[in-house]
């Protein structure tokens, strides 16, 4: 049974950083097999992209208003995707999840900004933005 699991949320000052994790374990196929996506969900909003990275580790992806803010990252060997944060705003407030899209059977540098491309979703993580 595939598990993610993040960690790494927490209540931060406008202007200051977070790091999340998310671990992922009991995958069928390999972690390096699968791409590997960040979003958010706001209270009475929909699940919102947030960034992508590549089975290959290749080709990271942000959403417009992130970028240069936001950086996705992964670790193969330790199954684990990371998303720093920096320059946080009280509008980035929001629980984070990862999620991963098994894609061996696409080109290395494939990602998906659609939620429903995911098979695997971790439970979220609470990011809280202090003005």
């Known amino acids: 049974q595939v598990q993610l699991v993040e960690s790494g949320g927490g209540l931060v000052q406008a202007g200051g950083s977070l790091r999340l994790s998310c671990a992922a374990s009991?995958?069928?196929?390999?972690?390096?097999?699968?791409?590997m996506g960040w979003f958010l969900q706001a209270p009475a909003n929909e699940r919102e992209f947030v960034s992508a990275i590549s089975r290959s580790g290749g080709n990271p992806y942000y959403a417009d208003s992130l970028k240069g803010r936001f950086t996705i990252s992964r670790d193969n060997a330790k199954n684990t995707v990371y998303l720093q944060m920096n320059s946080l705003k009280p509008e980035d407030a929001a629980v984070y999840f990862c999620a991963g899209a098994q894609a061996l059977s696409r080109y290395p540098n494939w990602f998906d900004t659609t939620a429903s491309a995911y098979d695997c979703w971790g439970q979220g993580t609470q990011v809280t933005v202090s003005s």
């Open positions: 009991g995958f069928t196929f390999t972690f390096r097999t699968f791409a």
